[in-house]
């Protein structure tokens, strides 16, 4: 636990230390979610330009994701965030998966691949969010124990 003074008022931060079973489930989500997808597409009988796109979201979506993951919690922990920066996060997340829908919409694939790769994306992005809060619980974890020392 920790206190940080905002506005001549002490507010106190808890940070729960993640468990190691925890950031380790959330690790193999994230690397299974993107294996299985970049796999998926490595396989795909698709032009280059397209294996191209799909990977070019996959990027772009967990960015997004990590940046508004990090400005959610800065706002709630009182570091200043831009309403500009905080709304370009979470527009880019949204257009991403937009981009996802409407490319798997228009392609020549099985049902079932486009459903594999909407589901592999969606663990992709939600592992992703999961592993920056744990980084940033085990960082605050941390610095709660050396300052308590």
């Known amino acids: 636990m920790s206190h940080k003074v905002k506005n ?10 993640p468990t190691s079973a925890f950031i380790g489930a959330s690790w193999i989500a994230l690397l299974t ?5 970049c796999i998926g597409l490595w396989n795909a009988e698709m032009e280059l330009n397209e294996k191209g796109y799909y990977f070019s979201i996959l990027l772009f979506g967990l960015f997004s994701v990590i940046s ?4 959610v919690r800065d706002r709630l922990e009182g570091i200043p965030v831009t309403d500009m920066y905080y709304g370009i996060s979470w527009f880019t997340t949204l257009i991403s998966i937009l981009l996802l829908i409407i490319g798997l919409w228009n392609a020549n694939l099985q049902l079932s691949e486009k459903g594999f790769y909407g589901m592999a994306f969606l663990l992709s992005l939600f592992s992703a969010i999961t592993v920056q809060k744990n980084t940033r619980d085990l960082l605050l974890s941390n610095q709660s124990e050396k300052s308590s020392e």
Request: glycine letters at 6%; a positive charge.
């Open 8 to 17: 001549n008022h002490f507010e106190t931060i808890t940070s729960n230390k």
């Open 68 to 71: 508004v993951q990090k400005s």
């Open 33 to 37: 979610g993107m294996v299985s997808y």
